[in-house]
């Protein structure tokens, strides 16, 4: 493994990202609302002196569902598809690089395009409401930030791995839409309507739960801004019982299997298609 070649590629696949019409929109679009929330849980607060930071942290935890998913899922799409599509990528395979190189350099351009982004959102917010309101409750925030960043991830990982199925960047984008409303909108309906027919017992909706990367960092989430997820009903009693303290651990791992799998997977597959 050429280190020197991966680094020259992930830099590469920065600047690609930056020029990236929808993901520079979606960035935009997610440190602007990032802001406008802080902004507004401190309006509400008034003069009670109560420190904002966990009440953004859990008003900025719908804001992260939509949109950082989206943004993995984009932003590994147009990836491998997009080079394809333009005839770059046979281009690039041609020089003295493997295919395991090139697309471990796209990857970790696209993660730290991604985290970067994160980080920017998060901390234009954090700037806000530690100017105004201090830095009371700080851990809450950080500990969304931090499974944030393994959200992101875990859909990048995703995104990666339509793209190197896909001829046609449209294609990728496609599928990669499609696979952020079955994530985000359809699984919380299609869970209810399972848990209802099937009668589901608490250890089994819980377990279906963890299937879901984005459900996984709710839990997560929730349970960390609340000191418990009783809010889940049995499935979140059962889980508290099996786990206890270690919830938090095995959530982070949960998406942190996703990410490796699917990243695994569409290494793989990416070899094969360039050993064709």
């Known amino acids: 493994m050429n280190f020197n070649a991966v680094r020259l590629l992930s830099f590469k696949e920065m600047r690609d990202a930056r020029r990236n019409r929808w993901f520079i929109v979606v960035s935009i679009l997610f440190a602007l609302l990032s802001v406008s929330l802080s902004l507004l849980g401190l309006a509400g607060l008034g003069s009670l002196g109560i420190s904002g930071f966990g009440r953004t942290a859990a008003s900025l935890l719908n804001l992260v569902l939509l949109i950082v998913p989206l943004m993995g899922l984009l932003l590994g799409a147009m990836s491998i598809a997009g080079e394809r599509e333009q005839g770059t990528l046979v281009t690039l395979l041609a020089q003295p690089v493997t295919a395991g190189e090139v697309f471990l350099g796209k990857y970790l351009g696209s993660a ?82 399972t848990a209802i027919v099937l009668r589901l017992s608490p250890p089994e909706l819980f377990w279906l739960v963890m299937i879901n990367p984005a459900q996984s960092f709710k839990l997560a989430v929730i349970g960390a801004l609340q000191k418990s997820i009783e809010s889940f009903g049995a499935a979140g009693l059962y889980a508290s019982d099996v786990f206890g303290p270690w919830l938090a651990v095995v959530l982070g791992g949960v998406l942190c299997f996703w990410t490796l799998t699917a990243l695994s997977a569409a290494l793989l597959f990416f070899r094969r298609r360039c050993a064709d």
Do not use: P
């Open 112 to 193: 730290l395009a991604l985290l970067s982004t994160i980080l920017l959102g998060f901390g234009a917010s954090a700037l806000v409401i530690a100017r105004f309101a201090g830095t009371q409750e700080i851990s809450d925030y950080l500990y969304l930030v931090a499974f944030t960043m393994l959200l992101g991830l875990s859909f990048l990982s995703l995104g990666f791995l339509t793209s190197v199925f896909a001829r046609r960047q449209a294609t990728a984008v496609g599928a990669a839409l499609f696979l952020w409303f079955t994530f985000i909108f359809l699984s919380d309906l299609g869970l209810m309507g």
